[in-house]
């Protein structure tokens, strides 16, 4: 499990998060909710270790990851699908998974066989060039990216922006199945009410930096959220 409490994040003298509390539990996928710029993606940042809290506890299966670098927490199972991708676009498909490999002992440097069946479409494309795929398409890969490190810590960044619905919907069957094989946690920023709701267990919104709404996601009063979530 994932706990992080009271956590303040600055960058230099402004502040982007102020006593931030989040869990995620094995089995269970948490959302974050709120507009753009309220530190969803900070949020997130931060807990992949590209950011250091200047004050709360951040902690992963029960030990201190404060001052853990990111790579270090790769190791330890924690994987981020960065808003707007960042796959790199000139290596093929393969290339690209095979950068998951970073961070894994030699023995596990393969490319699972669930990935293929998770995404299919990336079967048939393994030699294309990664900047020559759609939208949804390079979703996939990066979500595939990811998976391929053997995560038990999985954090999306708005996976749902800019994909055409039909992507959606293979992307919310696909969290939906990884959080119901029981051995993964699943923290997923969203601006997509309709397909968060449908995956939450538990959510939270964020509002300039603060958490305004917090709950279980079969509680979420739908028309409370959703005023945080318009302009």
């Not at 969803?40 to 709360?56: E, I, N, V």
């Not at 853990?68 to 981020?80: D, Y």
């Not at 990336?122 to 595939?144: E, H, N, T, Y």
């Amino acid at each position: 499990m994932l706990e992080a409490k009271q956590v303040d994040l600055f960058y230099g003298a402004s502040q982007a998060l102020y006593g931030v509390d989040i869990k995620a539990e094995i089995g269970k996928v948490t959302c974050v909710l709120g507009r753009n710029g309220v530190g969803k993606t900070s949020l997130l940042r931060m807990l992949a270790g590209q950011y250091m809290p200047r004050s709360g506890s951040v902690q992963w299966q029960g030990r201190d990851i404060r001052k853990l670098s990111p790579a270090e927490r790769a190791r330890r199972g924690i994987a981020i699908v960065p808003q707007g991708r960042e796959i790199f676009a000139q290596l093929t498909v393969l290339e690209n998974l095979k950068t998951g490999f970073s961070c894994l002992p030699k023995r596990e440097r393969f490319i699972p066989a669930e990935i293929y069946q998770l995404f299919p479409v990336l079967k048939d494309m393994l030699g294309r060039k990664g900047g020559d795929l759609s939208g949804g398409q390079q979703q996939q890969l990066a979500i595939a990216r990811a998976l391929v490190t053997r995560p038990s810590l999985l954090m999306l960044d708005e996976p749902t922006e800019g994909i055409q619905p039909s992507i959606i919907k293979d992307i919310q069957r696909v969290i939906a199945s990884l959080r119901d094989r029981g051995d993964m946690a699943i923290i997923l920023v969203e601006q997509y009410l309709d397909f968060a709701q449908a995956l939450a267990d538990d959510f939270l919104v964020l509002e300039r930096g603060q958490v305004v709404l917090a709950g279980e996601g079969k509680t979420m009063d739908t028309q409370s959220v959703r005023k945080y979530m318009t302009v």
